[in-house]
């Protein structure tokens, strides 16, 4: 198996955990944009307008490298969400894609924009929304990412936590009348604690609402937990909508663009939010939250029946504030009037967020005889602070991840460093697990594979303490595969049994099928073709049952290699084809880079060196493209050899210096090592097999023993001593 199916192999494994969450069919993120969401719903023009500003992305899609679209979870007037999955950890994630909205001329109101049309308000909106980021409590969902590149249609993407409970407002809908008066005031504490750590932050939430509280689990007899969603989404909107009223890159004023008059969902809104360019605070939110207890204890919002679409405006301004008992008589008056007092016309007379905590922490302790504390400690400071530590750590997983991605291995190594550090100070195993495992990776792409090996096995034995069969799974193929690489086949034949029987264990039978397809190869290696064949045929009826493309696409890329070993070029070019198209639907880059390489050694077998520079030249630009220093040098180094067997000596040394440079910048051993030979090769060649660079294969051959690859530097060994005693003859 070579340096680059190695690699690859084992970006595979890292790379094929799928969440078995059950979201509900309601969307996962709270939606709403008041007018506009229900102008949809009377006007079918403007669902087609917003159908050609959503993104319409598939499974299996990559964002950034990083995040696997699963499915769509929602969509409405405010966005779309869809359920996704982090490569580097396998944990599922939400991912929002607001939209923006401008003046519609001709039939007045506003009409959606699509935000790669808009650039400068783009760059405004993704400020607003980085503020989110630097916000950590355990009742508020965690924002951690923001993409806008051509993997999200230049659409800005956001990356936040993923609650399988879905929202609060679906709950009640479905199940509210469950609920006790206890369970309600415990989810009431809950969003309270949540907008107390915000406006203690010195940020205001604008658009609180029960379809924007996320339940983590709803899990029957547990108690449900409840996160405030959307923090700063809606604010960002209207930034951006406001500063494109003012200013474009010409210089002139848009006339198409204009700023928001109000912030937030209608009947949400606090009266003094109606004024244009009037003065906000904590109030506006205190506003929202009563609305939400009316919600939350009531089922329905405090002035049911008033047609907004008229004057919504003036319904919060002079409309009387509704006693709840009318509509829930066993609600205590002490709590009717602090939901009453909530909605107060000015913002002056309305209760301070602390105030609001505290009585439903007291009401709580009189309907259950027992302090709120004793089922639910408020978080304290030390609890957000560990929070705040093991959301930074995993941040610098991900950008650890993503400087290796590009060759930075160097960054990558401090990142990593710096997020072990953290995650053995909180405890945080899991957290720990996934940093040896990404930096194994990293290790075995620079070719110091002992060492990715022995971080491997210790994500192993941490995953197995926490009973989490399926990344073990992982981390037993990703074992295998440095292992065949290392020549120690049996070794590696026996993990990858283990790995088969976990993957059976617990049904996935696509990971399956791909570990089915790497035993083949690895059976080849062994020149056992009759138990290649059978692994091959068992990867083969597994493969029907796959739905993933990733994953299909990978289980056709080993299925190539066997084939090709077996010397059915036809069938593995086929094959790699139906790989190709998979990866171009996905948007799967890193596939596409080992389609087109592995096409190229196909063809380079074959005889058709043109076509495998072609494919070669392929991979280069894509490698290019995305900073994967890497392929990139492994694709100079294979262009290099293929120029040289076409008798382009000049060309030849070229791809192997600049294959050199890049891999001693990013110590890819494996890379270095085969640049140093072939140029040593070429230099011999050019002075007619008499001055044989010594000193350039002695070098290979001592950072390959240094990057603990026995088996490479004993082949550099022996290439050196078979030109050494060649006698003068170049052709050799």
Known sequence: MSSLGRFLASLLFRNSSASQENPSEDSKAGFGRGKATERLRRDPRDSKLLSDVFPNWDRGRLIGGVYEIQRLLGRGGFGVVYLARERTTGRPVAIKVPVAYVKDQERGGQQPIHFAEHPWLKEIFLREVRTWMTLSHPHVVEAFDVRDDDSTDYLPAVCMQYCAGGSLAAFLRKEGWRLTLSQQLDIAIQIAWALEYIHGAGFLHRDLKAANVLLATRQKGKPLYALVSDLGLVKALDACLAAGATKRPNGQVPSDVVASRTCGTLTHLAPEAWIPGGKIGPAVDIYAFGVLLYELFCGRLPFWGIDFALSPEEVHRSASRPDPRKWNPRLPKELAELMVSCLAVGPEARPKIDEVEATLRGLYAKQTGCPHEQIRPKPDAAEISVLAARQRAWARVRLGVGAGRRGDFAEAEKEFTQAEVTFQEVSDLRGLAAVWTNRALALAAMGRMNEALELHRKAADLYRTLEDLQTLGYC??????????????SEALHLLKEQQRVF??????????????????????????????????????????????????????????????????????????????????????????????????????????????RFHLLEQALAEKVHDGPALARSLVNQGEILLAMGDSLKAKMAFAKAQDIARRLRLVPELVGSLVNEALVLFAESGGRNLPVGQFEEAERIARQAGMPGLAEHVSKLRQKFSQSDGNAEQ
């Open 504 to 613: 059976r264990r617990v049904k996935d039978f696509a990971n399956l099928a791909l570990s089915y397809a790497i035993t083949a190869s690895v059976q080849l290696g062994l020149g056992d073709r009759r138990r290649a064949w059978h692994a091959f045929r068992k990867a083969d009826r597994l493969r029907k049952k796959i739905r993933d493309r990733l994953l299909l696409s990978r289980v056709f890329l080993h299925q190539a290699s066997v084939l090709t070993e077996l010397g059915n070029y036809r069938k593995a070019l086929q094959l790699l084809q139906e790989q190709e198209v998979l990866s171009k639907a996905a948007c799967d880059i890193p596939g596409l880079i080992q389609c087109y390489g592995t096409q190229a050694s196909i063809h380079r077998r074959a005889g058709n060196l043109q076509e495998a520079r």
């Open 476 to 489: 037993y193929g990703n074992q295998a595969v440095l292992l065949a690489e290392l020549g120690r086949t």
